[in-house]
Protein backbone atom coordinates (compact mmCIF):
# COMPACT_ATOMS: atom_id res chain seq x y z
CA UNK A 1 0.00 0.00 0.00
CA UNK A 2 1.51 3.64 -1.27
CA UNK A 3 1.90 5.42 1.77
CA UNK A 4 3.90 9.05 2.15
CA UNK A 5 6.81 9.69 4.00
CA UNK A 6 7.06 12.10 6.79
CA UNK A 7 9.69 14.15 8.41
CA UNK A 8 9.67 16.77 11.36
CA UNK A 9 8.16 17.18 14.29
CA UNK A 10 8.35 17.07 17.61
CA UNK A 11 8.57 19.48 21.17
CA UNK A 12 9.07 22.64 20.68
CA UNK A 13 8.48 25.88 22.95
CA UNK A 14 5.54 28.79 22.17
CA UNK A 15 6.44 30.89 19.76
CA UNK A 16 9.14 28.63 18.68
CA UNK A 17 9.28 26.89 14.49
CA UNK A 18 9.18 23.50 13.01
CA UNK A 19 9.26 21.84 9.61
CA UNK A 20 7.39 19.31 8.42
CA UNK A 21 8.20 17.59 5.21
CA UNK A 22 6.11 15.02 3.45
CA UNK A 23 7.08 12.87 -0.55
CA UNK A 24 5.41 11.08 -2.15
CA UNK A 25 6.55 8.04 -4.26
CA UNK A 26 9.13 9.67 -6.99
CA UNK A 27 7.62 7.45 -9.24
CA UNK A 28 4.19 8.94 -9.06
CA UNK A 29 2.70 11.43 -12.12
CA UNK A 30 -0.14 14.19 -11.85
CA UNK A 31 -0.58 14.86 -8.13
CA UNK A 32 -3.52 17.29 -7.81
CA UNK A 33 -3.09 18.59 -4.76
CA UNK A 34 -0.52 17.88 -1.69
CA UNK A 35 -1.23 19.28 2.09
CA UNK A 36 -1.06 18.48 5.60
CA UNK A 37 -4.39 17.62 7.63
CA UNK A 38 -3.93 17.30 11.86
CA UNK A 39 -6.05 15.82 14.69
CA UNK A 40 -5.45 17.19 18.54
CA UNK A 41 -6.85 14.82 21.25
CA UNK A 42 -10.24 14.58 21.65
CA UNK A 43 -10.60 16.22 18.45
CA UNK A 44 -11.84 15.62 15.04
CA UNK A 45 -9.03 15.32 11.96
CA UNK A 46 -9.84 18.99 10.53
CA UNK A 47 -7.54 20.21 7.51
CA UNK A 48 -4.11 22.61 8.37
CA UNK A 49 -2.98 23.18 4.72
CA UNK A 50 -3.42 22.70 0.69
CA UNK A 51 -1.41 23.61 -2.57
CA UNK A 52 -3.27 22.39 -5.75
CA UNK A 53 -1.41 21.56 -8.50
CA UNK A 54 -2.12 25.28 -10.15
CA UNK A 55 0.63 26.21 -7.19
CA UNK A 56 -2.81 27.98 -5.03
CA UNK A 57 -2.22 26.74 -1.40
CA UNK A 58 -5.07 27.44 0.74
CA UNK A 59 -4.55 27.28 4.76
CA UNK A 60 -7.20 27.47 7.61
CA UNK A 61 -7.78 30.48 9.51
CA UNK A 62 -6.17 29.78 12.64
CA UNK A 63 -2.65 29.00 10.79
CA UNK A 64 -3.23 31.87 8.35
CA UNK A 65 0.05 34.14 8.90
CA UNK A 66 2.08 31.55 10.67
CA UNK A 67 2.37 28.47 8.93
CA UNK A 68 3.91 28.93 4.73
CA UNK A 69 3.05 25.37 2.59
CA UNK A 70 5.84 25.26 0.32
CA UNK A 71 6.17 23.17 -2.94
CA UNK A 72 9.73 21.63 -3.24
CA UNK A 73 11.29 23.32 -6.01
CA UNK A 74 13.17 20.15 -7.50
CA UNK A 75 11.37 16.99 -6.08
CA UNK A 76 7.75 18.23 -6.96
CA UNK A 77 6.65 15.18 -5.13
CA UNK A 78 7.70 16.79 -1.86
CA UNK A 79 6.04 19.88 0.22
CA UNK A 80 7.01 21.75 3.00
CA UNK A 81 5.18 23.19 5.84
CA UNK A 82 7.06 26.11 7.42
CA UNK A 83 5.06 26.44 10.91
CA UNK A 84 6.28 29.48 13.04
CA UNK A 85 5.11 31.18 16.15
CA UNK A 86 3.66 27.79 17.16
CA UNK A 87 1.29 27.94 19.89
CA UNK A 88 0.20 25.20 22.42
CA UNK A 89 -3.14 24.71 20.07
CA UNK A 90 -1.25 23.98 17.48
CA UNK A 91 -0.34 20.46 19.53
CA UNK A 92 -1.34 17.39 17.23
CA UNK A 93 -0.57 14.62 15.55
CA UNK A 94 -0.14 15.89 11.64
CA UNK A 95 -1.10 13.75 8.63
CA UNK A 96 0.07 14.71 5.45
CA UNK A 97 -2.01 13.43 2.70
CA UNK A 98 -1.82 13.32 -1.08
CA UNK A 99 -4.49 13.77 -4.34
CA UNK A 100 -3.45 11.59 -7.87
CA UNK A 101 -5.42 9.15 -9.50
CA UNK A 102 -8.44 9.94 -7.89
CA UNK A 103 -7.60 8.54 -4.75
CA UNK A 104 -6.42 9.89 -1.20
CA UNK A 105 -3.24 8.58 0.57
CA UNK A 106 -1.94 9.48 3.79
CA UNK A 107 1.10 9.48 5.78
CA UNK A 108 1.40 7.37 9.23
CA UNK A 109 1.40 11.10 11.55
CA UNK A 110 3.99 13.00 13.11
CA UNK A 111 3.28 14.08 16.65
CA UNK A 112 3.94 18.09 17.15
CA UNK A 113 4.05 19.05 20.55
CA UNK A 114 4.08 22.84 21.58
CA UNK A 115 4.88 23.31 25.62
CA UNK A 116 7.08 25.44 27.68
Known amino acids: QVQLEEFGGGLVHPGGSLTLSCEAPAHVFGITSMGWYRQAPGKQRGLVAVVGNDGRTRYVDSVKGRFSLLRDSIARNTVHLQMDSLEPEDTAVYYC?????????WGKGTLVTVSS
Open 97 to 105: YANWDEMTY
